[in-house]
């Protein structure tokens, strides 16, 4: 099958789930589906000619005709495994999802103050919350990707968080998205989160798999923030090794607004993260960090946008790789500062350790400017450990494998020691301990 | 301790060393001058392990064993010390964490039992006071935006808490000025004991106004041409090395 055949397929799965779908046809939510999926099929999947997939062949991907998941199965066999996904027992609000659809029984939402929603997207749908209708893809179906107009064609549950104004979030979020990991499916979660005005939250999007087998996350995820509201936000991609999963993060911030994030990649055979902010009121910020650690085949995509749209804004990233076998890294990195964007401050950083011969990383600054009065600077780099490093260390009486551990640790530690959960941050040290043990 | 027989060392292809002979008890300190490019900091490396050196001939005996034939980390818990001339910087890597793995290996190496978190620090305020480097040194990474003199005074804290029976200086005085290199100077003599031995490889006399050597060696063109006393340092520094040089074509 080739990549125009699985479009027609895609279509013709988005009849019969119009048919299952009922009498849900006839809601707001469902004329949205209806645009997505025409824009859907005026667009193509991407391949390598174009310039944002040039490093990235989805081919693989493409190859398989993926069904989409129903909700409710196999719910007990995850409920004896709930407690490895949950951070040693972090306190939080818990958001869990089954190959995309909410499960009430395996959540666990603590009480909220008034006005705030912690929970599912279909739920709200249902209660016909405003908020939700006016925000729901209008951060992400902006742009010509294909994989979000599949994503929107299909939309029925996700996350969904709501902070009103002047609240304060004290515990985090925990939105655990678990695949069953049963072969062939699609799961394609969308969520939202929004901010009221000086509002502050803090969330984690976690995404992990119980089974072995290939299946496609497909997930989009939108952020409002609102005026001078804070936001912390965590995504741990732990999808099994089978597994494709493709993301778009898009976000936007009002004016004095703050998003910062921290992006750790484990898992999945291709992963492909459009990671997209629009500064868009003024004095707004944003901080991406990012780690992603990779071995035998996987590929690994970071795709950032940073949208410098309103004056005195600033955006920093900092994202870092560490690469084994025969892995591939991608970063590009574009930041547009717009004719108005005066006084614009952006940094961008990407630093890449190479363990193998056969590693490789493509990385991509890609910065356009047309405003005169900004400061934009960027750096990357792609190497192996330092042998004077080695060196030194092991002229110390510390062994070779465990000089190497530490540099390689104290590598990525500059990116997990901003995770502000502390127990989700030793989780993740000690899955990166293992696998550099593990690796070499 | 140390027994350096005709000792050939190259790096890339290039030979360095060209049958050194050196020959080091306990108690001594020993300085290796000589002019630039004549092998000394090769020396000080070839016997620290650096892997990029390759030894093409000779022998070292370190305490009765075969020093070219451990890995660097074992020469270290071994006892031997090089003091870097251009010390790396480590981010990330904690400057107390990584002085108490090393001193941890070595306890380990040497069936000694391995020092706790705080019984190390009260260790390590103890030596930080040889040094007169302040605390705020140790929460930062190793050597990371530290100044030369810094970096120096981390060596010899390194030095300090590791107690090695060898230690080899490489060009510690280099960069530092004379309240640093007093600093620096003091902080080894307090570590010379009549068990150790030091090894001062040094391009200039004036670190030996403070580290002063029983024996005095200069290394040209791969080979000691000349050993003596301290006094040897004082006529270098006077009539420079071209008298050595000399001397070396008229033999």
């Known amino acids: 099958m080739d990549a125009s055949e699985l479009k027609s397929w895609y279509i013709d799965v988005f009849k019969d789930f119009e048919k299952y779908l009922n009498g849900e046809k006839l809601s707001p939510v469902h004329s949205l589906r209806r645009r997505a999926i025409e824009k859907f099929s005026e667009l193509n999947f991407p391949d390598l000619h174009q310039e944002e997939w ?3 062949d989805v081919s693989p991907i493409l190859r398989h005709t993926f069904s989409p998941a129903r909700p409710g199965e196999l719910r007990g066999l995850i409920k004896d495994k709930l407690s490895h996904f949950l951070f040693g027992g972090m306190q939080s609000h818990l958001v869990v999802f089954v190959n995309g659809f909410y499960d009430h029984r395996l959540s666990s939402i603590l009480d909220l103050p008034r006005g705030a929603f912690v929970g599912s997207l279909s739920k709200a749908f249902e209660e016909g919350r405003e908020s939700v209708l006016q925000n729901v893809s209008m951060c992400a179906d902006t742009g010509e990707n294909s994989f979000t107009a599949l ?5 029925q549950d996700g996350a969904f968080v709501s902070l009103p104004a002047g609240v304060v979030l004290e515990h985090p979020v925990h939105l655990l998205f678990i695949s069953t990991g049963s072969d062939n499916l699609i799961v394609q979660p969308r969520n939202l989160v929004i901010t009221g005005e000086d509002s502050q939250l803090r969330f984690i999007e976690h995404y ?8 496609f996350t497909n997930a989009v995820t939108e952020i409002n923030a609102g005026m001078n509201s804070v936001i912390d936000a965590v995504k741990v991609q732990s999808e099994n090794e089978a597994a494709y ?17 921290h992006n750790i990649a484990l898992g999945a055979s291709i992963y492909r993260h459009n990671l997209n902010v629009m500064l868009k009121g003024e004095g707004s910020n944003t901080n991406l960090e990012g780690l992603y650690l990779t071995k035998s085949q996987q590929l690994s995509d970071t795709h950032t946008m940073i949208d410098h749209s309103s004056p005195r804004c600033t955006s920093q990233e900092h994202f870092k790789g560490i690469l084994d076998d025969k892995s591939r890294g991608v970063f590009n990195g574009k930041i547009l500062v717009r004719k108005g964007a005066q006084q614009t401050n952006s940094y961008q950083e990407n630093r890449n350790i190479i363990l193998s011969d056969e590693a490789k990383v493509d990385t991509k600054p890609q910065l356009e400017i ?3 009065d900004v400061k934009c600077s960027h750096g990357a780099t792609v190497g192996q450990l330092s042998k004077e490093s080695v060196f030194y260390l ?5 062994g070779e494998e465990q000089a190497k551990l530490m540099l390689i640790y104290a590598f990525a530690n500059d990116v997990l020691k901003n995770v502000k959960e502390s127990e989700v941050r030793s989780e993740l040290e000690g899955i990166l301990s293992a696998r550099i043990l593990k690796g070499d | 301790m140390l027994e350096i027989k005709n000792l050939h060392a190259s790096i890339e292809g290039k030979e360095i060393l060209k049958g050194v002979d050196l020959e080091v008890n306990a108690g001594e300190v020993h300085a290796i001058m000589g002019p630039n490019g004549s092998g000394k900091s090769t020396l000080a490396n070839v016997l620290a392990g650096k892997p990029e050196y390759q030894v093409t001939a000779g022998e070292v005996m370190y305490g009765g064993k075969d020093l070219l034939a451990m890995r660097p980390e074992i020469r270290a818990r071994e006892g031997v010390f090089l003091a870097f001339q251009y010390p790396v910087e480590l981010p990330g890597v904690n400057n107390t964490t990584f002085l108490r793995t090393a001193l941890n290996e070595a306890r380990k190496y040497n069936g000694q039992p391995e020092v706790s978190a705080g019984a190390f620090l009260s260790l390590l305020k103890k030596k930080m006071r040889l040094v007169e480097m302040p605390d705020t040194l140790l929460s930062r990474s190793v050597n990371e935006g530290f100044s030369g003199g810094e970096k120096k005074r981390n060596e010899i804290l390194q030095m300090a808490v590791l107690e090695p029976k060898l230690a080899i200086l490489d060009e510690t005085d280099s960069g530092l000025d004379i309240d640093a290199l007093r600093i620096v100077a003091n902080g080894v003599n307090k570590l010379k004991t009549k068990d150790n031995a030091i090894i001062v490889v040094t391009h200039y006399q004036r670190l030996l106004n403070y580290i002063v050597p029983d024996f005095v060696h200069v290394l040209y063109d791969g080979r000691i041409v000349k050993s003596g006393g301290k006094e040897l340092a004082l006529q270098l520094e006077e009539r420079g090395y071209d008298w050595v040089k000399q001397e070396e074509v008229t033999e």
């Open chain 1, 370 to 372: 047309f405003a005169d």
């Open chain 1, 151 to 155: 994503n929107t064609s299909f939309v």
């Open chain 1, 208 to 215: 992990v798999s119980i089974g072995a087998g290939v299946y």
């Open chain 1, 245 to 261: 999963h493709v993301a778009t993060t898009a976000v936007t911030l009002s004016s004095g607004a703050s998003f910062d994030c």
């Open chain 1, 54 to 56: 040039r490093f990235t």
């Open chain 1, 394 to 398: 092991t002229s110390r009486g510390i």
